[in-house]
């Protein structure tokens, strides 16, 4: 294999910043989808509660966490087809993203009808998981925004101790706007930047 000189490995470096900056950009609709798919969730579930339709809470939430990773499943696969050759950055990336997801799922759905914990336990430990997924990125694409989202979601998750367990979910919603919906619209607007310096 031949070597590169100083010059070829700073060019390589840089090309390989940049594209991990397009691919962090471009994940901007991710974290958009999955903060919308909460909110909707929690806010149709206090509907039902409001309406005293208990057992529609789960079928509620199943549908809406459904519906997020059929999308998830169908713009990841177009999303990796237009990036072509993977990265380092998006193994990375999709790796650390699944393996949250499968958390979310056992935390969230799985270990609760299991009855291992009360259902008010769910938002602390989402909230903590959503702390590692967001801090997590934020240092693999080296971006301060997202480690001090997911330092919110851990303050958020300590704080939900001190709050009856009936209005968790409803603090879930400002940790999920500062977490995800914030760094999402500021990915947007990268996103829209590059594509317009690429166009020009």
């Keep these: 294999m031949e070597e590169l000189n100083p010059e070829q490995e700073i060019r390589l470096i840089r090309e390989m910043i940049e594209r991990t900056r397009k691919i962090a950009a471009g994940s901007w609709t991710f974290l958009l989808i999955w903060g919308i798919v909460p909110i909707l969730a929690v806010a ?48 990375a990336t999709g790796h650390i993203a699944y393996a949250c997801g499968i958390g979310f799922l056992l935390a969230g759905f799985l270990f609760p009808l299991l009855k291992l914990y009360p259902w008010g336990l769910i938002p602390i430990l989402i909230s903590l998981m959503a702390g590692i997924l967001i801090f997590s990125l934020g240092g693999l694409f080296d971006w301060n925004l997202l480690k001090w989202c997911g330092t919110f979601f851990w303050l958020g998750a300590v704080a939900m101790v001190f709050v009856h367990e009936n209005y968790r979910a409803l603090l879930s919603i400002p940790l999920i706007l500062i977490g995800y919906i914030l760094p999402a619209l500021v990915l947007r607007s990268k996103y829209q930047k590059q594509a317009a310096a690429h166009d020009s």
């Design 44 to 91: 149709g579930m206090y509907v039902l509660v409001g309406l005293k339709k208990y057992a529609w809470i789960w079928p509620n939430w199943v549908v809406f966490i459904a519906a997020g990773i059929v999308f998830s499943l169908i713009y990841g696969s177009k999303f990796e087809r237009q990036s072509g050759v993977k990265t380092y950055a998006q193994k």
